[in-house]
């Protein structure tokens, strides 16, 4: 069965970091594009990083960049999401997904599979 494991939130002050880690299994995952979406209270899920399959392009939402990077490690099945400098609206459920076919990443509708999500509060 395919299986999207993530963990890592938590409570963390304004300006702290946070990394998210998700395993992935029941996939090739060094064949999938990676992502991680994000779904706040009452909001629509979206975009906040990807991935491609071999790590050689990144793609981030405007309001992470420079804040926010998405490593993965394909021999351990995981993408990451670090996450520095974190502000009072970045609390939200944070979500992996994985896409097998070229898609538009900033699309949540073009992925495959997805985790059920680890929370990141940040306080003030």
């Known amino acids: 069965q395919v299986q999207l494991v993530e963990a890592g939130g938590g409570v963390v002050q304004a300006g702290g970091s946070l990394r998210l880690s998700c395993a992935a299994s029941?996939?090739?995952?060094?064949?999938?594009?990676m992502g991680w979406c994000r779904q706040a209270l009452g909001k629509e899920r979206e975009f906040v990083a990807a991935i491609s399959w071999n790590g050689v392009r990144t793609y981030y939402t405007d309001s992470v960049k420079g804040r926010f990077t998405i490593p993965r490690d394909n021999p351990k099945n995981t993408v990451y999401l670090q996450m520095n400098s974190l502000k009072p609206e970045d609390p939200a459920v944070y979500s992996c997904?994985?896409?097998?076919?070229?898609?538009?990443?900033?699309?949540?509708?073009?992925?495959?599979?997805w985790g059920q999500g680890t929370q990141v509060t940040v306080s003030s």
């Open positions: 029941g996939f090739t995952f060094s064949r999938y594009d």
């Open positions: 997904a994985a896409e097998r076919t070229a898609g538009v990443h900033t699309n949540t509708a073009a992925y495959d599979y």
